[in-house]
């Protein structure tokens, strides 16, 4: 999520901020920490996301619907770095893969973020009504009209 620009590492001794209640502030705030309880001696205690929409994608794959291949963290972060138009060398074709991560962010099923237009895909896309030929432009608008404070 670093690489999407939703993610921040705080040393948190130089504000005077206890981590317990900086997870109340941060969560507040929509920033999850990565780690599973506020223990400063736990690796990444320092670390938040900005998951945004995104975070659909992680529970998307956290649910089964997208394989085990690749965790939902990793498939998180693709969909947040696509969004922002930075080359994702993981996949074969980055509009493909942005499609299937916005599909995923508008609560449609396309499968994997793996940049290989499929069945699957192709009917997550027919079910959202957006028509392959110009998908990008129309996800887009869909995207800032369902997330429009992330476009803000």
């Known amino acids: ?25 941060a969560q507040a705030h929509g920033f999850f920490p990565i780690v599973s309880k506020p223990d400063s001696g736990m690796s990444e205690s320092w670390h938040f996301d900005c998951r945004g929409s ?3 994608v992680y529970e998307y794959v956290r649910a089964g619907k997208a394989g085990v291949a690749v965790p939902p963290y990793t498939q998180m972060a693709y969909s947040g770095i696509l969004a922002i138009g930075i080359t994702l060398d993981a996949v074969p074709s980055q509009d493909n893969a942005y499609i299937q991560a916005a599909l995923i962010r508008l609560g ?11 069945d699957r895909t192709k009917g997550a896309a027919k ?9 990008i ?3 887009g608008e869909a995207l800032r009209s369902k997330f429009s404070r992330e476009y803000a």
């Not at 670093?2 to 901020?17: C, F, K, T």
């Not at 449609?108 to 499929?118: A, E, N, Q, T, Y």
């Not at 079910?127 to 998908?135: S, V």
């Open 137 to 139: 432009d129309s996800l």
């Open 54 to 56: 995104h975070h659909q």
């Open 108 to 118: 449609f099923d396309p499968g994997r973020i793996d940049g290989i237009i499929g």
């Open 127 to 135: 079910d959202a009504g957006i028509d392959l030929e110009n998908p």
């Open 1 to 25: 999520m670093h690489e999407a620009g939703r993610a921040m590492d705080i040393d948190l001794s130089s504000i005077g901020v206890s981590l317990t209640k900086f997870w109340e502030i």
